[in-house]
């Protein structure tokens, strides 16, 4: 194998990488959206581990207990809001 075809080849490992980063941004982008929150957190966790950013990680906790907190408030409103219209449907 020549030199350039080494390279050649590095490069294409390089951009398989690249395609498969692209895929797991993509699906946790679609977790977020889907309210799964959890797994989103605990992917970007291992990253942050595996890059030895552990200051992120307090970042991404808050994040979650903000998100949660906020996600728990909107249900109760919404369950509050519930009974109060099949309250005035019984009146």
């Known amino acids: 194998m020549s030199i350039e075809q080494i390279k050649q080849e590095l490069q294409d490992e390089k951009d398989k990488l690249l395609a498969y980063m692209q895929k ?25 581990i595996a890059s030895n ?15 949660e907190q906020l996600m728990k408030t909107i249900e109760e409103m919404e369950y509050i809001a519930m009974i109060a219209s099949s309250q005035n449907e019984n009146l």
Do not use: F, H, P
């Open 24 to 48: 797991s941004y993509k699906a946790r982008t679609k977790w977020v959206k889907q309210n799964k929150i959890d797994c989103v957190i605990q992917a970007e966790m291992g990253m942050c």
């Open 53 to 67: 950013r552990l200051d992120l990680i307090e970042n991404l906790l808050k994040r979650k207990e903000k998100i």
